[in-house]
């Protein structure tokens, strides 16, 4: 079965072709009846009329007109003699030349029994025959251009041309007067009409049948290149990306193939670009993944030594403060035990808390704030040193936002236990609409920043990769002997 491609263009091929026979027919037809009903006919018989006056003159050869040389001439060029015994419908149909001097006599004609040699007819009885050309002095005519010597006429069904016999001296031989036998007069509108729908079915017909052949077999060709285009698209979607279409001329079609092996080609190049990627970022992967082994080891020792390791050098504080107090106040050891005791469980809650993915106890279900102000209480009772605690704007805010700032603030008052003898602690949290500040002020004996001994540079440190974690920045403010500032900015999200 025919491709709907194919067969459109084969339809459009017919249809064009019969419109155009159509039109031509038209035109054929339209022009001959115009040229029937028109004197196109008899100025045709009057050019011939011509050509055989000037054919006399040349075959006369500068010989005089004879009533001999006429009749070999009229042989030679093939008029076929009429006689008496001609049917009239036969003579019609014939064609009538009479040759005759400059006076009207007759010097030879192919109707000798009606126009016989040296016989002078009726001239006006002629029909069509120019009289006033005729009677144009001899001494005027060899003036005269001999393509201007010539007439034509119509006479009912006759077609009539007469011109003068011109010597090349300009010397007036004679008249042809030629009558064109079987011109039919015009059609009428009938007969236009049927033969115009004659014509038109049979060239329909003709052209049907040769317009389907050479159209089919050329929308054949067409719907065969795109059909393998088609199938070449359909395997390059299907993933083979070899598919291409062979090219062989310079067409639209061609042009469309050539633009289809460069999108392949493009394509072909594309996937291998990313299959590079693709191994390319598998290798990134497992190298990420052995930073993330190494990034988690890093955050456990930060955690253990934030969380536990202040913890026990707390209880070991606390536990050498009861040595010294077990002698001389045995009262005062005994809450030390406690408060001993209530750290050993802290530290206990810490390390569970470290096993569950290392979130701080003190965060659990409470939020930042609590757990803040939960820490500088125990912090100020260990330590016999106030805090003071302001909360500004309190919210929620993610977990991670949540344990970096605590961690960092459980890291700030330990370096101050450690190693600011101060007497006096400030901790500002504020809740902005953008950020989360949190301000560590205390007024011990200060240092510089800039060259701190290795037991604070390893908190510091520690901070700064907390704060940095979740997009924030640890800023520090301090001068020896007029104690520090820790302040700590954190983006909200």
Known sequence: MRSGLQRKLTLSHLAVTLISVAILVILILGGYLIYLRTDLTALWVGDQAFFIADDIAYFLDGSPLSEELVEEFIYDVGFDPITPSDDLEDIYYEDWIIILDPDGEVVGSNDAWRYPPGSLPELEQLPGFDMDLFQTASSELISEDPVDLVSSAVEGKDHIGMAAIISYNYEHLGWVYYRAGGVDAPFDSAQTITALVVVLVGGALIATFVSGIAGGRLSLSFSQRLQKMSRASAALAAGNLSSRVTVEGNDEIDQLGNQFNTMADQLTAQMHDLRTLAERNIMLAEEARALAAVEERNRLARELHDAVKQQIFALSLTANSIRQLFEKDQGKAAERLAQLETQARDVHLEMDALIKQLRPASLEDRGLAPAITELADKWAAQ????????????????LNIEQ?????????????????????????LEYETDTITLTITDNGQGFDPEKSQPPQSLGLRSMNERAAEVGGKVTINSTTGKGTQLQVSVPST
């Not at 330590?383 to 993610?398: A, Y």
């Open 383 to 398: 330590h016999e040193t106030p805090v003071d605690l302001t909360v500004r704007g309190e919210r929620e805010l993610p």
């Open 404 to 428: 970096a700032l605590y961690r960092i603030a459980q890291e700030a008052l330990n370096n101050v236990a450690r190693h600011a003898e101060a007497s006096q602690v400030t901790i500002v």
